[in-house]
């Protein structure tokens, strides 16, 4: 099998690499400009590569083969052809907190406004084809930063947006946060408010004391919601007095089809697509280490069931743990819980790796166990 394309995203990278040979093969060029290299580029051989949202010199042509393929730069409001992640700077970018009005003019709400104007299923061609590169840059960029983790080391908590700030939930949900995120864990969610924000907020605030978290909490609890002004400021705020711990990160992955809910700003990195359907994909495919369900309603329910199904098949190699938070809420509010038990019960589902709880400690023990292969998982909790 042929080994994948060597990346080059970077124009440092791109001089090495024209420092070391002068025959250039399968390699794939994403968002440099080939103009501020420094080098000769007609002088180079170019074999089966890709350049993607490149700048390339007419004289650069020529220097290539039959093989090499080349996806011009598309002038769009957002990069059709990213070479990273985002973050709060580059999404919000041309976003100040003082200033209410200019979140009309940053990066994500430019984008979004185009989104809702083109149509989220646009017929328009160029704008369905942007999207679809831009996701898969995303997803390229996705794929890279993954890699730096464990695959177990990747876990997931899903919920509902409407969880306020000053609920109890949304504290238990920092607490687990933070603990997974100190114990080497990158936290995943959906990237918006409510339980979502949450996770980020915690892994924010890893390597800190209790009371800087209490403090950073009294902040932002001054708008609940991310309808409530001041909600996006307040996240601000925070990052600012409380920078991020540098070894902790976690990852965010919100979508411009729920564009109305704002990405929250405490996720270090943010994977935002355009087409919701990859977006889901990656959410439950990408925590292998397990999955945490907190009060939500019909998109936390559906990625349960969309879980449970991938679990069921095996789908990534093995099954991942299903923490349920909140015993009252999935056995009676939502009863997905006994229902899930009863179908594996049924041997309509298999492998499902069950359990509920009301404490952080439980789900925070539950997934350390996961990861250690001498300990047995029991169907209800781990076996020491």
């Not at 350049?51 to 957002?78: L, Q, S, T, W």
């Not at 100190?182 to 907020?201: D, I, N, R, T, W």
């Not at 495919?285 to 199904?309: L, M």
Request: charged residues 25%; proline residues 6%.
């Amino acid at each position: 099998m042929r080994e994948n394309y060597i990346e080059i995203e970077e124009l440092y990278a791109l001089r090495q690499l024209f420092s070391q040979t002068e025959t250039i093969k399968h390699y794939a060029f994403q968002s440099v400009n080939f103009e501020k290299c420094g080098y000769p580029v007609e002088n180079y051989r170019f074999e089966d590569c890709l350049f993607m949202g490149c700048h390339i010199p007419p004289r650069m042509y020529f220097a290539m083969d039959e093989n090499c393929i080349v996806f011009p730069r598309v002038k769009m409001p957002y990069k059709v052809f990213p070479n990273r992640l985002y973050d709060a700077r580059s999404l919000y970018l041309h976003y100040n907190p003082r200033n209410h009005k200019s979140f009309h003019t940053c990066y994500d709400t430019i984008n979004y406004e185009r989104y809702m104007a083109k149509g989220k299923e646009s017929n328009d061609i160029k704008e369905t084809l942007c999207r679809a590169l831009h996701d898969h840059s995303i997803s390229n960029a996705l794929d890279q930063f993954i890699r730096d983790y464990d695959e177990k080391d990747v876990v997931a908590v899903m919920g509902g947006h409407a969880i306020k700030r000053t609920d109890p939930s949304y504290r238990k949900i920092v607490t687990i946060s933070k603990r997974l995120t100190e114990l080497g864990k990158l936290m995943v969610s959906g990237g918006g408010p409510g339980a979502m924000e949450a996770v980020h907020f915690g892994a924010w605030m890893a390597g800190r004391s209790d009371a800087e978290v209490e403090d950073a909490l009294s902040i932002i609890e001054e708008a609940p919601t991310f309808r409530d002004n001041g909600w996006l400021p307040l996240a601000f705020e925070v990052i600012e007095k409380y920078p991020r711990v540098e070894q902790y990160h976690s990852l965010g992955i919100p979508t411009w089809f729920y564009g109305h809910e704002p990405a929250t700003p405490f996720a270090s990195d943010i994977a935002k697509y355009f087409d919701n359907s990859v977006r889901e994909n990656y959410i439950v495919s990408v925590p292998k280490g397990g999955i945490i369900y907190t009060p939500g309603s019909a998109g936390t329910i559906q990625e349960i069931f969309q879980d449970a199904a991938q679990n069921h098949y095996e789908t990534l190699g093995y099954a991942s743990p299903m923490i349920f938070l909140g015993k009252n809420y999935y056995t009676e509010e939502v009863p997905v819980y006994p229902m899930l038990q009863d179908l594996l019960a049924k041997g309509k589902y298999n492998n499902l790796l069950l359990s509920i709880t009301d404490e952080p400690d439980d789900v925070v023990n539950s997934l350390i166990a996961f990861h250690r292969p001498f300990h047995q998982w029991s169907g209800q909790s781990f076996e020491y």
